[in-house]
């Protein structure tokens, strides 16, 4: 049922760097905030970043300074940037967009009960 598909995940030595991608089958993802999330083996799921329609981001304290949300020229492709990675930072990365388009607000982009439409998840191992 997942209509987003999340890739660029991998293997990358501490300090390094990692672009992910995330994009939408059926409908147009420019219409809509993307939230990026997170979730380590028995831990949380977790917010980390999210961007709106028009571009407006938002960052977990986490990776705040690392991390970089943006759309492509279409607004149809949403990366994540990830530079000086931590091994803190290994975990599954999902995107999900809300039900509503043009749908933003800092109190709830980070949380996941805001969104309904996941990615199946892309793997970023942190690691020396």
């Known amino acids: 049922q997942s209509r987003l598909v999340e890739s660029g995940g991998g293997l990358v030595q501490p300090g390094g760097s990692l672009r992910l991608s995330c994009t939408a089958s059926?409908?147009?993802?420019?219409?809509?905030?993307v939230g990026w999330f997170r979730q380590a083996p028995g831990k949380e799921r977790e917010g980390v970043s999210c961007?709106?329609?028009?571009?407006?981001?938002h960052y977990a304290d986490s990776v705040k300074g690392r991390f970089t949300a943006e759309r492509d020229n279409t607004g149809n492709t949403v990366y994540l940037l990830m530079n000086n990675l931590k091994p803190e930072d290994t975990a599954v990365y999902y995107c999900?967009?809300?039900?509503?388009?043009?749908?933003?607000?800092?109190?709830?982009?980070?949380?996941?009960?805001?969104?309904?439409?996941w990615g199946q998840g892309t793997q970023v191992i942190v690691s020396s």
């Open positions: 999900a967009s809300p039900p509503e388009s043009n749908w933003y607000a800092i109190s709830w982009c980070l949380q996941a009960l805001a969104y309904d439409n």
């Open positions: 961007i709106s329609v028009t571009g407006v981001t």
């Open positions: 059926e409908f147009e993802l420019r219409s809509y905030t």
